[in-house]
């Protein structure tokens, strides 16, 4: 075995580049990744689902088993991305994904808490997975992610976090999220699984600016990698969608007012926002990709 040694620290030579976008998200999420799943009140979540439908409760279950095993998903297959940025040295981007690590672990533990203490199942939910879910979640992400391992190149890592970042959690879990919670406020439901939505969604939504801010360093560095990020969208898009086309087709009649429509559309314009600010990336300089995330971030994408 080859000896490792540090020949630099950052930190005592050149200093910490505060102006970056991904030290920009690590305040941010200094200040608003620090909620605590524990301290969500369940009272009246759990005597709102004692009175719900048995097709009410399944659905919801449905739903919860996709979030549940995402979030699980993306908490074992972030490590591969935390390793490649430290091997490069930006401790920047390192330290701002140790907060990314920590809120998927944080979103991981609050769906198991909502699953133990509100629903009450303790039985395997597996059966929820449909073939495109588990394309994705089962397979898509752990291989883009665990690719990181043996090859660190820019294209692989184009491919990790467009899987990771524009699929998994840019088209899947926002989306499911977004019109979760809708359906939960529409019909005054389940106000501590509501509040954790709403925080959970903020973290996210700093995961995704920052995934579009690295496929956009990464695209500008070398024009040749836009096909690459467009190649791996196209791959796994059909997928993405039709797990909302499988949840949906499960059901007669849906409750709550869910509509496929509105999870569709919802996907397709946030993906599309996404894919407009990637492609003022290419041939853009750090300094203005720096600038997008920035305006992303006020916006509220982030
Ligand atoms: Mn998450
Ligand atoms: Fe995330």
Redesign the pocket.
Known sequence: MTTVSHHTFATTARGLDRSAAPMRLFEKAKRYGVWNPSDIDFSQDVADWQRLTALEQEVLLHLTALFQA??EA?TADILPLLLTVAAEGRIEEEMYLTTFLF??AK?TDFFRRFLDEVAGVHIDLSHFHSPNYRAIVYDALPAAMQALLVDRSPAAQVRASVTYNMIV?GVL?ETGYHAYLSALERNGLMPGQCRGIRL?KQ??SR?IAYGVYLISRLVAADDSLWQVAEDTMNDLLGSALGVVADTFGCYETMPFDLDEGEFANFALNQFQKRIERLERARGASLEEITRITERAIDQGDA
């Open positions: 995402g979030e993306v809120e998927e979103h959690e879990a959970l973290d996210e995961h």
